[in-house]
C-alpha cells in the first residue's frame, strides 16, 4: 500500500495595488474599500502556498511526491507575473476585477493548473497572505450563484 503525502511550497511576491470595483460608483469604491481605494494605490509583500495532492503515492524509488524544486519553478513561473507590479494596471486579469487577495488566490490557482504536469498531481489549495493577519484560502469550489455580469 502506498504513502499518500501532501506537498507544500511557499513563495513570495511583492505587488502594489488599489481596491477599486468597475461595478461599483466612485462613491460605493470609497465607502467600501476606504483607505484600500486610495487612487495612488499602497503595496504588499504577498506569500503564496501552494498545496497539491497526488493522484499517486510517495515514489517508493524516490522517496518522494514530486520534486519540490519543480513545484517551486512551477510557480516562479505564475508568481513573476505578478511579482514587482501593479496589478491593477500591468496584469490583464485585474482589468475587469478587483485585486484582492481572493481574486489573486484564484488567478493564482487557474494559472498552477495550466502549468503543472497534467493528470500526475492534482492542486489541493492555494493560500495567500496578503499581510501577516489577511489570509485567503482558495480550493477550486464554485457555488452556483451567478457571476457579476
Ligand atoms: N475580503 C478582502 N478584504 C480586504 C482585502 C482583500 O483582499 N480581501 N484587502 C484589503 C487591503 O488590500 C488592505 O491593504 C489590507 O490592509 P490592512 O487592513 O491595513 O492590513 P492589516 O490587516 O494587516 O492591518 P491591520 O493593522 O490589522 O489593520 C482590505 N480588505
Ligand atoms: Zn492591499
Given at each position: 500500500?502506498?504513502?499518500?503525502?501532501?506537498?507544500?511550497?511557499?513563495?513570495?511576491?511583492?505587488?502594489?495595488?488599489?481596491?477599486?470595483?468597475?461595478?461599483?460608483?466612485e462613491e460605493?469604491?470609497?465607502?467600501?474599500?476606504?483607505?484600500?481605494?486610495?487612487?495612488?494605490?499602497?503595496?504588499?509583500?504577498?506569500?503564496?502556498?501552494?498545496?497539491?495532492?497526488?493522484?499517486?503515492?510517495?515514489?517508493?524509488?524516490?522517496?518522494?511526491?514530486?520534486?519540490?524544486?519543480?513545484?517551486?519553478?512551477?510557480?516562479?513561473?505564475?508568481?513573476?507575473?505578478?511579482?514587482?507590479?501593479?496589478?491593477?494596471?500591468?496584469?490583464?486579469?485585474?482589468?475587469?476585477?478587483?485585486?484582492?487577495?481572493?481574486?489573486?488566490?484564484?488567478?493564482?490557482?487557474?494559472?498552477?493548473?495550466?502549468?503543472?504536469?497534467?493528470?500526475?498531481?492534482?492542486?489541493?489549495?492555494?493560500?495567500?497572505?496578503?499581510?501577516?493577519?489577511?489570509v485567503v484560502?482558495?480550493?477550486?469550489?464554485?457555488?452556483?450563484?451567478?457571476?457579476?455580469?
Amino acid at each position: 500500500m502506498g504513502h499518500i503525502a501532501y506537498l507544500s511550497r511557499k513563495e513570495t511576491f511583492s505587488a502594489a495595488h488599489r481596491l477599486h470595483s468597475p461595478y461599483l460608483t466612485e462613491e460605493k469604491n470609497k465607502e467600501l474599500y476606504g483607505k484600500c481605494n486610495n487612487p495612488n494605490g499602497h503595496g504588499h509583500n504577498y506569500t503564496g502556498m501552494v498545496q497539491k495532492v497526488p493522484n499517486l503515492p510517495v515514489d517508493p524509488h524516490t522517496g518522494m511526491v514530486m520534486n519540490i524544486t519543480d513545484l517551486k519553478k512551477c510557480m516562479r513561473v505564475v508568481l513573476d507575473e505578478l511579482d514587482h507590479k501593479n496589478l491593477d494596471l500591468d496584469v490583464p486579469y485585474f482589468t475587469s476585477c478587483p485585486s484582492t487577495t481572493e481574486m489573486l488566490a484564484v488567478f493564482i490557482w487557474d494559472n498552477m493548473r495550466k502549468h503543472l504536469p497534467k493528470g500526475k498531481y492534482e492542486l489541493y489549495e492555494v493560500k495567500i497572505h496578503e499581510t501577516e493577519n489577511n489570509v485567503v484560502i482558495f480550493r477550486g469550489e464554485l457555488s452556483s450563484t451567478e457571476d457579476v455580469p
